[in-house]
């Protein structure tokens, strides 16, 4: 397992880089780096594992080789499962062992596996953390944290799966699905709005 291949997936700000050990169609095995940290902390551990798996070790955004987030986009935690959740879409893993290492004092890379465990568990078959931290959520806080979380990521993949070619109305489809969307507009409020928020191409 010394010799490994460099993979990219595309994602909305350019892509995900990733390192790859063994064969593809080995047992998945998702693994997650540290804090400023990149692919290469798991250099000199995958040698030592068993050969009959495929390991794929992801640079997160803004490190490694993987592209930076847009000048003035913060890197939040959900941001983080969501590029696990986009590489798992990627590789098309429905079910795959993650692995995390610490992320500093903080245990982030352990943090985000936890979370996204917590909210895909029919993906994860197992789960490897390398010198974690607990992940805490109060019960009476599960459900609703799991609902939220889970359908702000899936709607989010699902509107950059549906991302082509833009779509055209004429002015007066595109009015008449601004008020629909909308019941508090008035029909001028909305000819208004359109005039700003609406680009005129050539073809409509």
Same mark, same amino acid.
């Given at each position: ?7 990219? +997936?595309? !994602? ?6 990733? &390192?790859? $050990? ?27 594992? #068993?050969?009959?798996? %495929? %390991? !794929? ?34 590789? &098309?893993?429905?079910? +795959?062992?993650?692995? @995390?290492? =610490?992320?500093?004092?903080? =245990? ?15 993906? !994860?078959? &197992?789960? /490897? ?15 609703? $944290?799991?609902?939220?979380?889970? =359908?702000? /990521?899936?709607?989010?993949? *699902? ?7 833009? &779509? !055209? $109305? *004429? #002015? ?10 909308? *019941? ?5 409020? @909305?000819? /208004? ?10 073809? @409509?």
């Amino acid at each position: 397992l010394g010799m490994f291949s460099e993979l990219k +997936f595309l !994602v909305p700000w350019g892509h995900v880089a990733a &390192k790859a $050990w063994g064969h593809s169609e080995g047992h998945p095995v998702l693994c997650l780096h540290g804090w400023l940290d990149n692919a290469n902390t798991f250099d000199k551990l995958i040698p030592l594992l #068993p050969r009959d798996c %495929y %390991y !794929v070790a992801m640079d997160f955004s803004g490190h490694g080789l993987s592209s930076h987030r847009p000048a003035g986009c913060p890197y939040h935690f959900l941001d983080y499962v969501t590029d696990v959740r986009r590489v798992a879409a990627a590789l &098309k893993w429905r079910r +795959f062992t993650l692995m @995390g290492h =610490s992320m500093g004092n903080f =245990s982030f890379s352990c943090f985000m596996s936890l979370q996204f465990c917590f909210l895909y568990p029919e993906m !994860v078959d &197992k789960l /490897i953390l390398l010198e974690s931290l607990g992940f805490l959520l109060a019960p009476e806080d599960t459900e609703a $944290w799991l609902k939220s979380k889970r =359908s702000v /990521i899936d709607r989010l993949l *699902s509107l950059e799966a549906e991302q082509q070619t833009p &779509k !055209v $109305w *004429s #002015p007066e489809a595109a009015l008449q699905r601004l008020l629909e969307a909308n *019941s508090h507009l008035t029909a001028e409020g @909305g000819a /208004i709005l359109l005039q700003r928020g609406a680009t005129v191409t050539p073809a @409509g």
